[in-house]
C-alpha cells in the first residue's frame, strides 16, 4: 500500500517560515514527479509547487521566491521551505507522487498564518 506521509505544518505569524516535508513509502514502480498542493477554506485545491524526478520545478505565481520545492529521490521524500509567509498562505497543505498513470496523495498538513 502506498502513503505518503507529511509533517512540518504549524501555526506561524506573518513573515514567519516553515518547513514541510513528506515521505513515500510502499511499492511505487517509480516516481515521475512529486508536488505541494493546498486548498485554502472555501477554495479549490491549488498547486503550490512540483518537482520533476529530472529536477525541473514549477511554481504557483503567488509563492515565486518565496517557496522552495527539494526532493530526495533515494529517500523518496520531498521538501517545500516556506518563507516569509502571508495570511494568504493559510491552508491544508498536501503532498502528491505521480507515478505516471496514477497519483497518490497524502493526508494534509496544516499551515496558519497569522498574528
Known amino acids: 500500500q502506498v502513503q505518503l506521509v507529511a509533517a512540518g505544518g504549524g501555526s506561524v505569524p506573518p513573515g514567519g517560515s516553515l518547513r514541510l516535508s513528506c515521505a513515500v513509502s510502499?511499492?511505487?514502480?517509480?516516481?515521475?514527479?512529486m508536488g505541494w498542493y493546498r486548498r485554502a477554506p472555501g477554495r479549490q485545491r491549488d498547486l503550490v509547487a512540483t518537482?520533476?524526478?529530472?529536477?525541473?520545478?514549477n511554481y504557483a505565481d503567488s509563492v515565486k521566491a518565496r517557496f522552495t520545492i527539494s526532493s530526495d529521490n533515494a529517500a523518496r521524500a520531498v521538501y517545500l521551505q516556506m518563507n516569509t509567509l502571508k495570511p494568504e498562505d493559510t491552508a491544508v497543505y498536501y503532498c502528491?507522487?505521480?507515478?505516471?498513470?496514477?497519483?497518490?496523495w497524502g493526508q494534509g498538513t496544516q499551515v496558519t498564518v497569522s498574528s
Open positions: 510502499g511499492p511505487l514502480l517509480k516516481i515521475d514527479a
Open positions: 518537482m520533476t524526478s529530472g529536477g525541473a520545478t
Open positions: 502528491s507522487a505521480d507515478e505516471g498513470w496514477h497519483d497518490y
